[in-house]
């Protein structure tokens, strides 16, 4: 076996996008073994996705997390929740923009970028006061 080969700039970006999800889902303790499956997924078709379309490599870390917020709303509900308004029925955070790069979760109520894509844990334990 050789060195192993320097990672693509496609793979790259497809292991960030993975890596900056996986920490929302782990944020929101809800990285269980069958979610972590469904960025597993979403990651594969947007590798093929990407290599149709380079262009849109610099928007995979918004679109995987869009694909994982909706399969995960079939199987279990509206994830993730807003960690901001504490009035109202509980309500998920959006990906914004949706298709561009600098993706945040945003809450459409308050009107409040919430948190970068990846950065939810830094917004869950508890959104600063103004």
Same mark, same amino acid.
């Not at 093929?48 to 149709?52: A, D």
């Not at 009035?87 to 998920?92: E, L, N, R, T, V």
């Given at each position: 076996m050789g060195c192993m080969e320097p990672l693509t700039p496609l793979e790259q970006a497809l292991h960030a996008a993975r890596a900056l999800v996986l920490a929302d889902l782990v944020a929101g303790r809800v990285a269980e073994a069958d979610v972590v499956s469904l960025v597993e997924d979403s990651v594969a078709r947007r590798r093929?996705? $990407?290599?149709?379309w380079p262009d849109g490599m610099r928007y995979v870390a918004g679109l995987? /997390?869009?694909?994982?917020q909706d399969a995960?709303?079939?199987r279990y509900g509206r994830w993730p929740l807003c960690p901001v308004c504490a009035?109202?029925?509980?309500? /998920?955070l959006d990906v914004e923009p949706e298709l *561009?790069?600098?993706p945040h979760w945003v809450c459409h109520q308050a009107g409040v970028k919430v948190a970068a894509v990846g950065s939810l844990g830094s917004a $869950? *334990?508890?959104a600063p006061s103004s």
């Open positions: 093929w996705w $990407v290599e149709q995987v /997390a869009q694909d994982v995960l709303l079939e009035f109202g029925d509980p309500h /998920a *561009g790069p600098d $869950v *334990g508890g």
